[in-house]
Nanobody, 115 residues
Framework: QVRLVESGGDLVQAGGSLRLSCAASGSISSSDAMGWYRQAPGKQREFVALITSGGITNYVDSVKGRFTISRDNAKSTVDLQMNSLKPEDTGVYYC?????????WGQGTQVTVSS
């Protein structure tokens, strides 16, 4: 069983920064891909960023240049550094891990950006 626990969500003013963290435990491999999705009120969950075990990253266009994803394979953690936050970044941020054809999700952490 895989468990993902996120932390770091908060209320922040536009232009501010937050750092989200996700810790994975259970039957995981350092080769698994990890990343983040988010869901704004009334909208579908959308992809934000991912990172492979080799450090290859991918971002949704709306966060490129502002967000940075990183991971520590030894600690099974993935972080999301979010700078220059905008009100449209508001939502619940979910950590995920893709392993052996399955996707595991955390419980989510709320990010609210006020204008």
């Amino acid at each position: 069983q895989v468990r993902l626990v996120e932390s770091g969500g908060d209320l922040v003013q536009a232009g501010g920064s937050l750092r989200l963290s996700c810790a994975a435990s259970g039957s995981i491999s350092s080769s698994d891909a990890m990343g983040w999705y988010r869901q704004a009120p009334g909208k579908q969950r959308e992809f934000v960023a991912l990172i492979t075990s080799g450090g290859i990253t991918n971002y949704v266009d709306s966060v490129k240049g502002r967000f940075t994803i990183s991971r520590d394979n030894a600690k099974s953690t993935v972080d999301l550094q979010m700078n220059s936050l905008k009100p449209e970044d508001t939502g619940v941020y979910y950590c995920y891990l893709a392993s052996a054809g399955r996707t595991y999700w955390g419980q989510g952490t709320q990010v609210t950006v006020s204008s």
